[in-house]
């Protein structure tokens, strides 16, 4: 078996196929424009059967058609309304009242059209819940009978991590807010319905600050200027707030005073970083960083586990929702503290972390080596010791486990948008574990996964979907597969709404 990844050092592990330049690049392709990423989609190792199809509830034909999410794991942003003048509006009340179709329709975001990230802004929440209740049921009726989703309490402000592009209009007033859909013009963005409220403020007050600290944001056409991107990261349930300035140079005039303005203006914001970008590319982070005001990162707690959140780490955009999906992955896993589990594409640890305490062992394998060494310290920082991380392929950690005939009692998978592959499938099921967790962000490659797995002998009992990105099409879904013949348990099957 691959070597066991210790901090501080490379582990073994081929650490290059596929996205092997692992967080760092993940992050960067994350928090490009959303035409950048929309490029990107579907770069799957194997066809992605239906996947891109667009499902929008019926009766709406309004909202555009035939357009797939660009990343499921990092969904695009919305926009709320700002006024003509740009003054904020409470968009908050707005969300309460859109629970009938017709009342939200054209009003809840003026430039969503022009962002693309809401496909769905348009839509009362329930009906949206329907349509994705609908399709998830669809696409899993050869397997089992789906739970009743899980929705969101309150589907607003759910993004914890927010990106704002600065750049200036034809009169060298600075704007910051997003890219416009398949193109780096800036649309103007104050406030949005599906981000962090109090990452949106930090960003109008960046704004604001820019002119009396005599700094400009950049110019991507001329190269002149300095502010190319502010990224806010909210711990969730800490409440500690990560700002993220991204300079095209290192060298940022009266930085300490800057901090003491921004601080001033939001005393609960615990770190702030430079990143430098000076290349010319649409990545947004660079690879320097230096910390200038805090510790660097910050903290957000999960199922009773704290997580670092550094600038690059990777962490479920909507963690309400993710602690949720965690909850169900793990009570259909009916640990009893004497399995040897297995966390596949296990990022930075999360779900590996959370089934320690209710396992005899776990084992966490990750290609990106920034996410392992993020995992290897969480680990530490949640004083867990009967938990090992491996930078590998995942396929071939298992294709090695099973060559040594190695015991695997639960399998937890979480892999990327594309799906897994043949080569840990198959390896898998000749592991034989008891039970599979089947975590997904893409049900097309879930689907083509799973069947897959049928062939080879694995049956799905039971699985849910939970929404974690309101107002898009976007469906996050666990299954539960086991080795064991029967019927689905009785516990499933959907309620009709
Ligand atoms: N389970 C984690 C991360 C899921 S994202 C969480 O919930 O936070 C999917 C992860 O799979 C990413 O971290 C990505 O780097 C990793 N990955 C992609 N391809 C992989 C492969 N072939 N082998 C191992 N890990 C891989």
Redesign the pocket.
Known sequence: MAKEYREGRSGAGSGK????K??QK?TERELQPRAQRGAEKGAGSRSQGGAGKSFAPKNHAEVRRGTALKDQ?EVGRGTAPKDQRGARRDTSSRTRQEAGPREGRHKLCPVSARCGGCKWINIGYQEQLEAKADRFRRLMEPFCRPEPLIPMEKPAHYRNKVHAAFGEDRRHNAVSGIYEERSHRIVPVDSCLIENQKADEIIVSIRGLLKSFKIRPYNEDTGYGLLRHVLVRVGHATGEIMVVLVLSSPVMPSKNNFVKALRQLHPEITTIVVNVNDRDTSMVLGEREQVIYGRGYIEDRLCGMTFRLSPKS???INPAQ?QKL?EKAMEYAELTGKETVL??????????LIAAGKAKEVIG????RD?VRDAVSNAKRNGVSNIHFYQ??????LLEMAEQSAKLDVL?M???R?G??EA?LDAAAKIGPEKIIY?S?SPETLVRDLEFLKKKGYKAKRCVAVDMFPYTESLEAVVMLSKKSGSSSGKGGERKR
């Open positions: 196929s596929r996205d092997g692992g967080t993940r794991r990777f962490y479920q993710t965690y966390d596949a594409y296990c990022g930075t640890g999360t779900i590996g394998v990750e290609l990106n996410a590998n392929d995942a396929g071939r950690l937890f979480d892999p990327p594309s897994s592959d840990f975590i962000c």
